[in-house]
Nanobody
Framework: QVHLIESGGGLVQNGGSLRLSCEASGRTLSDYGMGWFRQAVGKEREFVSGINRSGDMTYYADSVKGRFIISRDNANNTVDLQMNSLKPEDTAVYFC????????????????WGQGTEVTISS
């Protein structure tokens, strides 16, 4: 069992930056590939970024490529998402999730989810 807690959300202006963090407890985070997803009001949950267990492979949705950076610190059981050049369309609740197999972009591949942290970008 892995318990995930996200933090770092908030309200920022268009063009600003935020850094989200996901802290895990219960099991070693290095056992899992990790992903960040987001869900805007009235929309389905969508993949944002993923990172493999060792951190040497990363994946991004086209909508965030070049603006967001995912990283992990297995020693501290954390996964971060640095979000730059934020846009109003990035407004959503952001979730981190842990998986052992399957497509990083597929939410059904993930075994554990955090409760989410809200990100709002003002125009």
């Amino acid at each position: 069992q892995v318990h995930l807690i996200e933090s770092g959300g908030g309200l920022v202006q268009n063009g600003g930056s935020l850094r989200l963090s996901c802290e895990a407890s219960g099991r070693t985070l290095s056992d899992y590939g990790m992903g960040w997803f987001r869900q805007a009001v009235g929309k389905e949950r969508e993949f944002v970024s993923g990172i493999n267990r060792s951190g040497d492979m990363t994946y991004y949705a086209d909508s965030v490529k070049g603006r967001f950076i995912i990283s992990r610190d297995n020693a501290n059981n954390t996964v971060d998402l640095q979000m730059n050049s934020l846009k109003p369309e990035d407004t959503a609740v952001y979730f981190c999730a842990a998986r052992t197999r399957g497509d990083y972009e597929d939410p059904s591949s993930y075994d554990y989810w955090g409760q989410g942290t809200e990100v709002t970008i003002s125009s």
